[in-house]
Protein backbone atom coordinates (compact mmCIF):
# COMPACT_ATOMS: atom_id res chain seq x y z
CA UNK A 1 0.00 0.00 0.00
CA UNK A 2 1.58 3.50 -0.76
CA UNK A 3 1.58 5.66 1.74
CA UNK A 4 1.95 9.40 1.80
CA UNK A 5 2.37 12.19 4.23
CA UNK A 6 1.27 16.08 4.28
CA UNK A 7 3.11 18.01 6.66
CA UNK A 8 1.76 21.52 7.17
CA UNK A 9 5.15 23.28 7.54
CA UNK A 10 4.81 26.30 9.74
CA UNK A 11 2.65 24.33 11.90
CA UNK A 12 5.01 21.74 12.40
CA UNK A 13 8.12 24.97 13.32
CA UNK A 14 5.83 26.37 15.30
CA UNK A 15 5.09 23.01 17.36
CA UNK A 16 8.28 21.46 17.71
CA UNK A 17 10.44 23.26 20.48
CA UNK A 18 13.68 23.26 18.37
CA UNK A 19 11.97 24.89 14.87
CA UNK A 20 10.08 26.85 17.19
CA UNK A 21 13.02 28.63 19.15
CA UNK A 22 15.08 28.58 15.88
CA UNK A 23 12.27 30.73 13.83
CA UNK A 24 12.61 33.22 16.19
CA UNK A 25 16.01 34.46 14.74
CA UNK A 26 15.86 32.87 11.46
CA UNK A 27 12.79 31.41 9.54
CA UNK A 28 14.40 30.12 6.46
CA UNK A 29 17.12 28.11 9.17
CA UNK A 30 14.19 26.68 10.40
CA UNK A 31 12.30 25.58 6.63
CA UNK A 32 15.60 24.27 5.87
CA UNK A 33 16.29 22.41 9.57
CA UNK A 34 12.50 21.30 8.50
CA UNK A 35 13.58 19.71 5.07
CA UNK A 36 16.40 18.47 5.84
CA UNK A 37 14.44 16.04 8.55
CA UNK A 38 11.89 15.46 6.88
CA UNK A 39 13.93 14.34 3.52
CA UNK A 40 15.71 12.02 5.85
CA UNK A 41 12.57 10.28 7.40
CA UNK A 42 11.12 10.49 3.72
CA UNK A 43 14.09 7.78 2.64
CA UNK A 44 13.73 5.83 5.95
CA UNK A 45 10.21 5.59 6.16
CA UNK A 46 9.51 4.99 2.14
CA UNK A 47 6.56 7.23 2.69
CA UNK A 48 6.33 10.04 0.01
CA UNK A 49 6.37 13.63 1.77
CA UNK A 50 4.91 16.31 0.79
CA UNK A 51 5.72 19.71 2.56
CA UNK A 52 3.72 22.69 2.25
CA UNK A 53 4.01 26.32 3.38
CA UNK A 54 1.77 28.82 3.09
CA UNK A 55 2.83 31.93 1.00
CA UNK A 56 -0.87 33.72 1.28
CA UNK A 57 0.39 36.92 1.90
CA UNK A 58 2.53 37.06 -1.58
CA UNK A 59 2.00 37.21 -4.80
CA UNK A 60 3.05 34.81 -7.15
CA UNK A 61 1.40 31.36 -8.49
CA UNK A 62 2.91 29.59 -6.14
CA UNK A 63 5.81 27.27 -6.13
CA UNK A 64 6.90 23.56 -5.77
CA UNK A 65 10.53 22.04 -6.06
CA UNK A 66 12.26 19.10 -5.29
CA UNK A 67 15.29 19.17 -2.40
CA UNK A 68 16.70 15.91 -1.59
CA UNK A 69 14.03 13.92 -2.78
CA UNK A 70 11.34 16.13 -0.78
CA UNK A 71 8.27 17.48 -2.73
CA UNK A 72 8.24 21.11 -1.00
CA UNK A 73 5.37 23.21 -2.19
CA UNK A 74 4.38 26.62 -1.28
CA UNK A 75 0.95 27.91 -1.63
CA UNK A 76 -0.85 30.56 -4.06
CA UNK A 77 -0.92 34.23 -3.38
CA UNK A 78 -4.77 34.16 -1.35
CA UNK A 79 -4.20 30.28 -0.94
CA UNK A 80 -4.04 29.21 3.14
CA UNK A 81 -1.92 26.04 3.80
CA UNK A 82 -4.38 24.26 4.62
CA UNK A 83 -6.34 24.79 1.37
CA UNK A 84 -3.43 23.38 -0.78
CA UNK A 85 -3.45 20.43 1.84
CA UNK A 86 -7.24 19.98 1.30
CA UNK A 87 -6.84 19.56 -2.46
CA UNK A 88 -3.42 17.25 -2.20
CA UNK A 89 -5.69 14.88 0.09
CA UNK A 90 -8.33 14.90 -2.78
CA UNK A 91 -6.00 14.47 -5.44
CA UNK A 92 -3.90 11.47 -3.96
CA UNK A 93 -7.02 9.63 -2.63
CA UNK A 94 -7.72 6.48 -4.17
CA UNK A 95 -7.62 2.67 -4.00
CA UNK A 96 -4.58 1.34 -2.08
CA UNK A 97 -3.44 4.73 -0.61
CA UNK A 98 -3.21 5.74 2.81
CA UNK A 99 -2.46 9.38 3.22
CA UNK A 100 -1.48 11.21 6.65
CA UNK A 101 -1.71 15.23 7.65
CA UNK A 102 0.94 16.36 9.69
CA UNK A 103 -0.50 19.28 11.77
CA UNK A 104 -1.74 20.49 15.01
CA UNK A 105 -4.62 22.49 13.58
CA UNK A 106 -7.74 20.80 14.96
CA UNK A 107 -9.54 22.05 12.70
CA UNK A 108 -7.84 20.85 10.08
CA UNK A 109 -7.25 17.89 11.29
CA UNK A 110 -11.42 17.53 11.30
CA UNK A 111 -11.40 18.51 7.58
CA UNK A 112 -8.98 16.06 6.10
CA UNK A 113 -10.06 12.86 8.32
CA UNK A 114 -13.53 13.77 6.56
CA UNK A 115 -12.16 13.76 3.30
CA UNK A 116 -10.38 10.00 4.41
CA UNK A 117 -7.05 11.55 5.56
CA UNK A 118 -5.69 9.74 8.60
CA UNK A 119 -4.40 12.63 11.27
CA UNK A 120 -0.92 12.79 12.55
CA UNK A 121 -0.47 15.75 15.61
CA UNK A 122 2.80 17.30 15.34
CA UNK A 123 4.54 15.81 18.19
CA UNK A 124 3.63 12.27 17.01
CA UNK A 125 5.49 12.77 13.70
CA UNK A 126 8.84 14.45 16.13
CA UNK A 127 8.64 11.44 17.86
CA UNK A 128 8.39 9.11 14.68
CA UNK A 129 11.89 10.79 12.78
CA UNK A 130 13.39 10.73 16.13
CA UNK A 131 12.63 6.94 16.37
CA UNK A 132 13.62 6.46 12.80
CA UNK A 133 16.97 8.50 13.14
CA UNK A 134 17.84 6.48 16.04
CA UNK A 135 17.05 3.13 14.19
CA UNK A 136 19.33 4.28 11.38
CA UNK A 137 22.24 5.27 14.04
CA UNK A 138 21.95 1.83 15.24
CA UNK A 139 21.76 0.13 11.55
CA UNK A 140 24.99 1.84 10.96
CA UNK A 141 26.89 1.94 13.52
CA UNK A 142 29.61 -0.99 13.52
CA UNK A 143 28.81 -3.77 15.68
CA UNK A 144 31.42 -3.23 18.67
CA UNK A 145 33.06 -6.32 20.22
CA UNK A 146 34.18 -6.22 23.83
CA UNK A 147 36.86 -9.04 22.04
CA UNK A 148 40.34 -7.71 21.15
CA UNK A 149 40.75 -10.01 18.77
CA UNK A 150 37.39 -10.30 16.57
CA UNK A 151 38.90 -12.98 14.39
CA UNK A 152 39.13 -15.11 17.96
CA UNK A 153 35.69 -16.65 17.74
CA UNK A 154 36.05 -17.54 14.32
CA UNK A 155 38.82 -19.72 14.39
CA UNK A 156 39.26 -23.03 15.26
CA UNK A 157 41.61 -24.41 17.91
CA UNK A 158 44.35 -25.30 15.54
CA UNK A 159 44.55 -22.22 13.88
CA UNK A 160 44.78 -20.16 17.01
CA UNK A 161 47.33 -22.44 18.37
CA UNK A 162 49.36 -21.98 14.86
CA UNK A 163 48.62 -17.89 15.01
CA UNK A 164 50.39 -18.43 18.61
CA UNK A 165 53.43 -19.90 17.80
CA UNK A 166 53.67 -16.81 14.96
CA UNK A 167 53.38 -14.26 17.07
CA UNK A 168 55.91 -15.89 19.61
CA UNK A 169 58.38 -16.46 16.69
CA UNK A 170 58.54 -20.01 16.82
Known amino acids: MEEFLIVDGYNIIGAWPQLSKLKDTDLEQARDKLIHML ?34 LYTKEKETADELIERLVTNLMGRRREIYVATSDMIEQHVIFGKGALRLPAGELLVKINQSRKEVRQRIQPETSTKRNPLDGKLNDNMKELFERWRRGE
Do not use: H, I
Not at 43 to 51: E, I, Q, T
Open 39 to 72: AEYQSFSGMKVYLVFDAYMVPGLGKKYVQSKLSV
